[in-house]
């Protein structure tokens, strides 16, 4: 097939649990031996997407950033004539073309519930109407989707692969330090300064043979500054923006993943299951349902239940090692090769 595949975002120019999903699936593809061009867009330089993509400047872009993809998107598939496009953003349909698009999650980048706005729900069903299909990464994305008025019978879900061959165990040479990660996005809504304060209210001699690690791409850079501030005095790292975070997996006993806001998968906790972490977690669907509930997994906002949570697998040994073997195992499931042969299955089904 000749597949477009469109992202507003892309690694390494930007990195996060959607950005990795779409890099993998575009490897995949081409891996299978389709004719494949990607059009990107990038946030600090050319230099950060690949070189043969059609790259889109969108440094300082707000409002203007989907038009431009969306124009960019055109252009691309009338020089190159795909027979499908796969699109990481609602927000863009190529005319003539069946596309496809990847919706990853729906809180919009905040922490709250109670849904989408009037207009939010009026343009989803308004786009979905040209969209061949729209493929949802969990149930809980799918259920989301059909509540905004998505037609039920377009909306499939695939759920994310996992880059197993890379995220996989390292021994760790023991010491007497029990060490904690969180390796998420730096932003409010996936709740750093929560394992902060869960680790802030140990008490010293609690605190004494533990370290805290916090991983990830800085979004929000002011709260990064006071992230630093709420660690003054206690035992933990900050390692921002690094171009790969298996190390951090891999030196850790136990994963924190604290987030706020509805997920649509959880890459965070998936990741470290299958380094072979145990998972600490607020309660989430999205999470539940990609983890086969093999978390342990606190009411959401409970910074004392997650606190004692960590206490509790620092102290138990036997049960890290239980939750480590049956994490690992479950996350086997999501081998990337398995989820693009059903992409591709879904793309031949609607290819023109």
């Not at 509540?147 to 061959?165: F, M, Q, W």
């Not at 996936?190 to 533990?210: E, F, I, S």
């Not at 697998?313 to 059903?342: F, H």
Request: hydrophobic letters at 45%; glycine letters at 8%; charged letters at 25%.
């Amino acid at each position: 097939m000749k597949l477009l595949f469109v992202a507003r975002r892309f690694p390494p120019d930007v990195r996060s649990g959607t950005e990795t999903v779409f890099e993998n699936l575009v490897a995949e593809a081409r891996r299978a031996g389709h004719d494949v061009h990607l059009v990107c867009g990038f946030r600090h330089d050319r230099s950060g997407v690949p070189a043969d993509a059609t790259a889109v400047d969108l440094r300082g872009r707000t409002t203007s950033a989907w038009g431009r993809m969306a124009h960019a998107a055109i252009m691309a598939a009338r020089r190159f004539g795909p027979e499908v496009v796969l699109s990481n953003s609602i927000e863009v349909v190529v005319p003539g073309v069946p596309t496809v698009t990847i919706v990853h999650d729906l809180n919009f980048g905040g922490t709250g519930t109670g849904g989408a706005s009037t207009a939010r729900r009026t343009f989803y069903r308004a786009q979905s109407l040209a969209l061949a299909r729209v493929v949802a990464v969990s149930e809980v994305t799918r259920a989301a989707l059909v509540a905004l008025g998505v037609p039920a019978a377009k909306v499939v879900t695939i759920h994310n692969g996992v880059a197993l061959d890379h995220f996989r165990p390292a021994p760790r040479t023991p010491d007497n330090q029990l060490r904690f990660v969180h390796v998420s996005r730096i932003m409010p809504g996936k709740g750093q300064h929560c394992a902060l304060d869960a680790l802030g209210r140990m008490r010293p001699d609690q605190r004494k043979h533990v370290r805290l690690d916090i991983v990830g791409t800085v979004v929000d850079k002011l709260y990064a500054d006071q992230l630093r501030l709420q660690a003054w005095n206690l035992p933990v790292g900050f390692h921002f923006d690094v171009p790969d975070v298996l190390p951090w997996y891999q030196s850790a006993d136990v994963a924190l993943f604290p987030t706020r806001m509805p997920e649509g998968f959880g890459y965070g906790a998936i990741e470290a299951m299958a380094v072979g972490l145990p998972v600490v977690n607020f309660d989430d669907d999205a999470v539940r349902e990609a983890s086969g509930g093999h978390t342990v997994t606190v009411p959401r906002e409970d910074v004392v239940g997650l606190r004692d949570a960590m206490l509790r697998l620092a102290a138990d040994p036997a049960e890290r090692a239980r939750r480590s073997a049956e994490g690992r195992e479950w996350v086997g499931r999501y081998r990337w090769d398995t989820t693009w042969r059903t992409y591709e299955r879904l793309l031949e089904s609607v290819r023109r």
